[in-house]
């Protein structure tokens, strides 16, 4: 009973180039909401996402971020044209329905480490 | 701006004695708090809810008390041991989203 699994574990992109992350959620999960940590701060909300729709994408920077999660396959979150303030552990989490984070909590990914340099 | 403060970024306890880890939050109108714990290199993982309703909320070592009309949330670790050091993270539910804290990093030692 695989866990959310995120991949590549760390990723190093020079400036420029673009970064995409994948995210796997657990079996019968078909809520995704990722989230990024910047260095000694916490983490903060980006996107979240069900199968084929955008729920709430208020957390997501206006330019260069986009994230899917198709019928098929990972979700995916894409950033364009990378900048050394990109760098970041992006975390993936799971649910199985909508709701039940507020007392279960969500289930994370061990994360994707992002260096730009 | 920060909705989620934990105003102490380290905390160190012997082994065997209590932890306690606070936070404070801003807007009363949240209904629901967590407490995580993540290790270095991985992803956080679930600890401990309360919802509003309660002051209380306890399982095994871990009690997360909640004192609204103070904003303020804490996690008790009773008692505590090496493998509990972490960093700690309250977080608060708010419409499908987590708003975490900036964290507390626990050392227990020996």
Redesign the interface.
Known sequence: NAG?M?NPRHLVRRRGQEARLRCSPMKGHSHV?W?RQLP??????MV?LQKENI??E??MPKERFSAEFPKEGPSILRIQQVVRGDSAAY?C?SSPV??T???????????T?LTVV | DQQVKQNSPSLSVQEGRISILNCDYTNSMFDYFLWYKKYPAEGPTFLISISSIKDKNEDGRFTVFLNKSAKHLSLHIVPSQPGDSAVYFCAIYNTDKLIFGTGTRLQVFP
Request: hydrophobic share 30%.
């Open positions: 959310v995120q909401y989230y000694e701060e916490g983490l903060k909300f979240y729920i709430d208020s957390g975390f989490a909508a709701g984070g507020a007392l279960s909590g969500y289930t994370f990914g061990s994360g480490r």
